[in-house]
Nanobody, 127 residues
Framework: QVQLVESGGGLVQAGGSLRLSCAAS????????MGWFRQAPGKEREFVAT????????DYSDSVKGRFTISRDNAKNMVLLQMNSLKPEDTADYYC????????????????????WGQGTQVTVSS
């Protein structure tokens, strides 16, 4: 069973950048498909990005495509989310998630496909 801890959130002005980190422990990290989700106040949690077990395949929501980049370092048991050109509508709590992947390049975009979740880190983008 894997434990996930996010960090790197904060307050940033529109147009700025933040890098979120998710540290994993307690499992074989390279066995897990990883994802980032976010939940804005009063809204449902939504998919942001996903990356396959060895990082060869990624996918993004349309709202962040071209601005956010997901990556992973299996040697350090970490997944990162680089967020550039931030907009006020990116304001949300961001959550890291993991699920075992049967194939090396499996990716997952649905919340219900993930079994493990972090506690979240808050991102606020001011206009």
């Amino acid at each position: 069973q894997v434990q996930l801890v996010e960090s790197g959130g904060g307050l940033v002005q529109a147009g700025g950048s933040l890098r979120l980190s998710c540290a994993a422990s307690g499992g074989s990290f390279s066995s897990y498909v990883m994802g980032w989700f976010r939940q804005a106040p009063g809204k449902e949690r939504e998919f942001v990005a996903t990356i396959s077990r060895i990082g060869g395949r990624t996918d993004y929501s349309d709202s962040v495509k071209g601005r956010f980049t997901i990556s992973r370092d299996n040697a350090k048991n970490m997944v990162l989310l680089q967020m550039n050109s931030l907009k006020p509508e990116d304001t949300a709590d961001y959550y890291c998630a993991a699920t075992l992947g049967s194939l090396l390049e499996t990716i997952r975009t649905r919340m219900r496909d993930y079994d493990y979740w972090g506690q979240g880190t808050q991102v606020t983008v001011s206009s």
